[in-house]
Protein backbone atom coordinates (compact mmCIF):
# COMPACT_ATOMS: atom_id res chain seq x y z
CA UNK A 1 0.00 0.00 0.00
CA UNK A 2 2.81 2.65 0.64
CA UNK A 3 4.59 1.45 -2.64
CA UNK A 4 1.72 2.79 -4.24
CA UNK A 5 1.16 5.86 -2.64
CA UNK A 6 5.33 6.63 -3.18
CA UNK A 7 4.42 5.43 -7.11
CA UNK A 8 1.59 7.93 -7.22
CA UNK A 9 3.05 10.87 -5.45
CA UNK A 10 4.14 13.83 -7.90
CA UNK A 11 8.22 14.03 -6.72
CA UNK A 12 8.75 17.26 -8.75
CA UNK A 13 5.46 18.74 -7.15
CA UNK A 14 6.37 17.63 -4.02
CA UNK A 15 9.86 18.81 -4.04
CA UNK A 16 8.50 22.55 -5.38
CA UNK A 17 5.93 22.87 -2.19
CA UNK A 18 9.30 21.82 0.10
CA UNK A 19 11.14 24.54 -1.41
CA UNK A 20 7.82 27.58 -1.49
CA UNK A 21 7.70 26.11 2.05
CA UNK A 22 11.00 26.95 3.16
CA UNK A 23 11.24 29.91 0.92
CA UNK A 24 7.85 31.43 2.81
CA UNK A 25 9.07 30.12 6.24
CA UNK A 26 12.32 32.08 5.76
CA UNK A 27 10.52 35.28 4.90
CA UNK A 28 8.61 35.15 7.46
CA UNK A 29 11.42 34.73 10.58
CA UNK A 30 12.64 37.93 8.92
CA UNK A 31 9.72 39.77 9.90
CA UNK A 32 7.62 37.81 12.40
CA UNK A 33 7.98 39.17 16.04
CA UNK A 34 10.44 37.61 18.32
CA UNK A 35 8.70 34.65 20.03
CA UNK A 36 7.68 33.52 16.21
CA UNK A 37 8.36 29.61 16.42
CA UNK A 38 9.72 28.65 12.37
CA UNK A 39 8.61 25.32 10.58
CA UNK A 40 12.25 24.58 8.94
CA UNK A 41 12.29 21.34 8.87
CA UNK A 42 8.50 20.40 8.45
CA UNK A 43 8.53 20.77 4.48
CA UNK A 44 8.35 17.36 3.86
CA UNK A 45 5.32 16.86 6.22
CA UNK A 46 3.23 19.56 4.60
CA UNK A 47 4.19 18.32 1.31
CA UNK A 48 3.37 14.96 2.16
CA UNK A 49 -0.29 16.24 3.43
CA UNK A 50 -1.00 18.27 0.35
CA UNK A 51 -0.30 15.66 -2.13
CA UNK A 52 -2.93 12.97 -0.55
CA UNK A 53 -5.49 15.86 -0.58
CA UNK A 54 -8.18 16.99 -3.25
CA UNK A 55 -8.06 21.29 -2.87
CA UNK A 56 -11.20 21.32 -1.03
CA UNK A 57 -10.32 18.82 1.68
CA UNK A 58 -10.57 20.49 4.79
CA UNK A 59 -7.10 21.24 6.76
CA UNK A 60 -6.14 22.07 10.50
CA UNK A 61 -2.78 23.04 11.13
CA UNK A 62 -1.30 23.69 13.89
CA UNK A 63 0.55 26.64 14.80
CA UNK A 64 3.64 25.77 12.42
CA UNK A 65 2.29 25.44 9.34
CA UNK A 66 2.70 29.07 8.19
CA UNK A 67 3.38 27.90 4.70
CA UNK A 68 0.09 25.78 4.13
CA UNK A 69 -2.11 28.32 2.88
CA UNK A 70 0.40 30.06 0.71
CA UNK A 71 0.66 26.49 -1.00
CA UNK A 72 -3.04 26.24 -1.01
CA UNK A 73 -3.31 29.53 -3.06
CA UNK A 74 -3.28 31.97 -0.60
CA UNK A 75 -1.92 35.53 -1.32
CA UNK A 76 1.44 35.63 0.01
CA UNK A 77 0.18 39.45 1.31
CA UNK A 78 -2.42 38.06 2.97
CA UNK A 79 -0.82 34.98 4.57
CA UNK A 80 1.63 37.53 6.17
CA UNK A 81 -1.05 39.93 7.57
CA UNK A 82 -2.55 36.94 9.02
CA UNK A 83 0.45 35.32 10.80
CA UNK A 84 1.90 38.96 11.46
CA UNK A 85 -1.80 39.83 12.78
CA UNK A 86 -1.57 43.06 11.68
CA UNK A 87 -5.36 42.58 11.22
CA UNK A 88 -6.47 39.26 13.02
CA UNK A 89 -9.51 37.78 11.90
CA UNK A 90 -11.83 37.26 15.07
CA UNK A 91 -10.82 33.39 14.72
CA UNK A 92 -7.26 34.09 15.18
CA UNK A 93 -8.02 36.36 18.27
CA UNK A 94 -8.82 32.97 20.10
CA UNK A 95 -5.78 30.96 18.26
CA UNK A 96 -2.25 30.85 17.08
CA UNK A 97 -0.55 32.20 14.02
CA UNK A 98 -1.25 31.42 11.02
CA UNK A 99 -3.77 31.35 7.77
CA UNK A 100 -7.12 30.34 7.56
CA UNK A 101 -9.37 30.58 4.85
CA UNK A 102 -13.18 29.00 4.15
CA UNK A 103 -12.89 30.03 0.45
CA UNK A 104 -9.23 27.29 0.71
CA UNK A 105 -11.24 25.05 3.16
CA UNK A 106 -8.39 25.82 6.19
CA UNK A 107 -9.38 26.07 9.68
CA UNK A 108 -7.36 28.66 11.94
CA UNK A 109 -4.41 26.95 13.81
CA UNK A 110 -4.69 26.19 17.10
CA UNK A 111 -2.19 27.21 19.97
CA UNK A 112 -3.24 24.13 21.98
CA UNK A 113 -1.03 21.22 20.23
CA UNK A 114 -3.31 18.09 19.48
CA UNK A 115 -6.67 20.35 18.92
CA UNK A 116 -6.28 20.55 15.34
CA UNK A 117 -6.82 16.55 15.70
CA UNK A 118 -10.27 17.21 17.21
CA UNK A 119 -10.92 20.57 14.44
CA UNK A 120 -10.69 17.44 11.77
CA UNK A 121 -12.32 14.79 13.69
CA UNK A 122 -15.54 17.35 13.49
CA UNK A 123 -14.87 18.64 10.26
CA UNK A 124 -14.43 15.04 8.63
CA UNK A 125 -17.37 13.96 10.63
CA UNK A 126 -19.34 17.06 8.98
CA UNK A 127 -18.58 15.74 5.39
CA UNK A 128 -19.21 12.21 6.34
CA UNK A 129 -22.82 13.36 7.32
CA UNK A 130 -23.31 16.01 4.14
CA UNK A 131 -22.25 12.48 2.25
CA UNK A 132 -19.22 14.55 0.88
CA UNK A 133 -16.01 12.88 -1.05
CA UNK A 134 -14.11 15.41 1.23
CA UNK A 135 -11.93 14.77 3.80
CA UNK A 136 -10.08 16.36 7.25
Known sequence: HHEAALAALDM?????????????????????????????????????????LKDDDTLCPSQRDHALGYLRGIEIEECLRQILQRSPTAAQLFSGTGTSSLAHAIFPPLESIGMSLALAAGAAQAHRLARSSRVA
Not at 36 to 44: C, I, L, Q, T
Request: hydrophobic share 55%; charged share 25%; glycine share 4%.
Open 12 to 52: RQAYRRMVLARAFDRRLARVAPPMFVPSGGDEAIIAAVLAQ
